[in-house]
Each structure stands twice: as structure tokens, then as C-alpha cells.
């Protein structure tokens, strides 16, 4: 499987304990398959690093955008992460306006909400690296750097997502 992470620098050798230990699929290397995402969300001066993994003997739990995914994605942000697996794949969850999972504790929205809000927009594809012996099958190819940007289709997405999050948010809330 080619993957693709997104840096301000080249990154040979990935570190499954560097990141957050309250990203969606727990702590990790975090890497996706979706090319064309990668590049259009990369910032300008960085750099795209590209990989080979091989899947062979792994540990694999595969998700969707369903109520599984949700309460996994709910539970890892709260750094409760229930799986023993070598390797994660599943959606990205989309909650770039504000901490829908994080407002579920105010009261001001129930957990059916606020997945139905991580599921606005695009769906694109994460792979969370989750041990040592997942990281072992992870090749590095080669990195590319990102000189030039081209932000009107980042910019329309992300027009469109909020548009159609504001539309979500007014089915869910009718007379407020």
C-alpha cells in the first residue's frame, strides 16, 4: 500500500510515539493513501513523504464512518484507546469548525449529533501506525517538497463543508 504523510520536514524514520496520544486513532504515525489529499492540504514549504507498507502478517482493524468509528474516535480523544492492533484504517473525522466531540461533554449536543457532524464533507482515508512491528513494514520511498500552492480547490472544499455543516446544524437545531 503507497502512503502519504505531510511534514515540515523529510521524515525517514516515523516515530509511532511522537504524535498526540488523543488523535482520532490514538497515538500513532499517521499516514494516508488518498494522493490527491495529501497534496492539496500540504502547506507551502513543506514536504510530502511517501511510503510503501506492507500489510503482510499485520494486525489490521478497517473502519467506516458508522457508529463503531465513532464511539473508537470518541474514546481515543479522550485517550482511551481500546484496540491491541498493529495498524488502523479508517475515515478522517471532520471537525475542523470546532470540537464536536468535545462539546458532546457540555450537554449541548447528544452523541448521535455530533457523529452525524463528523460526517460532513469529503471522506478521505487515514492509516494509523500503531506499533513496532507495523512501523518495521513501513519503507520510505522518497519525499517530495511542496514549493507552490494552488489554494482555490482547499478553498472551495472547505466553503462547501461549512455550507453544508451550517445546513446540518440547522436540521439538528430547527427553531434556535
Given amino acids: 500500500m503507497k ?3 505531510t511534514s515540515e520536514s523529510e521524515i525517514r524514520n516515523p516515530d509511532i510515539y511522537y504524535g498526540r496520544k488523543n488523535a482520532d486513532f ?3 504515525f499517521y499516514l494516508t493513501p488518498d494522493k490527491e489529499f495529501t497534496y492539496r492540504w500540504a502547506k507551502k514549504d513543506s514536504y510530502v513523504n511517501i511510503y510503501e507498507l506492507d500489510e ?3 494486525n489490521i482493524h478497517r473502519l467506516n464512518r458508522n457508529e463503531e468509528w465513532f464511539n473508537y474516535i470518541f474514546n481515543n480523544r479522550r485517550v482511551k484507546d481500546g484496540l491491541d492492533v498493529d495498524l488502523v484504517i479508517g475515515p478522517i ?3 475542523t469548525i470546532f470540537d464536536t466531540l468535545g462539546v458532546i461533554t457540555s ?3 447528544k452523541p448521535k449529533e455530533a457523529m452525524e457532524l ?3 464533507g469529503p471522506e478521505y482515508t487515514q492509516v494509523a501506525i500503531k506499533s513496532e512491528k507495523a512501523l518495521a ?5 522518497k519525499s517530495e517538497r511542496i514549493t507552490r500552492l494552488d489554494d482555490k480547490i482547499r478553498e472551495q472544499e472547505a466553503l462547501e463543508y461549512q455550507k453544508e455543516f451550517t445546513k446540518r446544524m440547522e436540521m439538528l437545531f430547527p427553531d434556535e
Avoid: K
Fill in 137 to 141: 513494514n513501513l519503507s520510505f520511498i
Fill in 56 to 58: 503482510t502478517g499485520l
Fill in 93 to 95: 473525522a471532520n471537525d
Fill in 3 to 5: 502512503l502519504y504523510h
Fill in 26 to 28: 490514538g497515538q500513532g
Fill in 118 to 120: 463528523l460526517m460532513v
Fill in 107 to 109: 450537554g449541548f449536543l
